[in-house]
């Protein structure tokens, strides 16, 4: 294209942005006056405009910024350290996860062992909460878990009822027959 022909782009509007008038052609483009839906004046390739590559001034950025940083004021409480473990282990394993933060509620005593729950200091404690999947194979999906005390959760690991029953069932038979 040589300089002084152009598309005239004058009125148009790309995403957030109304082209007003010509700017400048160099050997790099045309170049256009712009303002944006948030008031900021500016200038614009003609080509980005037109491709899709440039539709505000920025301010949309910014503000798709602003909305992914917006935090629910709960990531320093137990129950949102829980739930980011329980999606990273979820993540990891390759299993489903569809947990909102409050689907984690930790309650004061273990409901698999009667014991207080309660944070180790720096680290985790036999008493510290611990998100159990109640079937593994179904992944940290609702319904499916909840908190119990990491001793009960490691005691249990990735059983199944079946397997469950049969250890209770031979740790009797083992216990029984010492008492004869």
Known sequence: MKKGT???????HFGRIEIVSLHSQTCQGTFWNAKCDCGT??????VNAKRGHTTSCGCRGLEALSENRTTHGLSHTPEYRLWVQAKG????????FDLDLTDIVIPDI????????????????????????????LGYVKGNVWV?????????SNLTLEQL????????NKIGGCNE
């Open 6 to 12: 152009y598309v005239d782009l004058s009125g148009k």
């Open 41 to 46: 004046s500016f200038v614009v390739r003609g």
């Open 89 to 96: 282990r979820a993540r990891k394993l390759g299993r489903n």
């Open 110 to 137: 273990c409901p698999m062992l009667d014991i207080p729950l309660f944070r180790g200091i720096g680290k985790h404690c036999s008493n510290s909460p611990s998100v159990d999947c109640i079937r593994p194979e």
């Open 148 to 156: 119990v005390s990491y001793r009960a959760n490691t005691l249990k």
């Open 165 to 172: 029953k049969t250890l209770v069932s031979r740790i009797e």
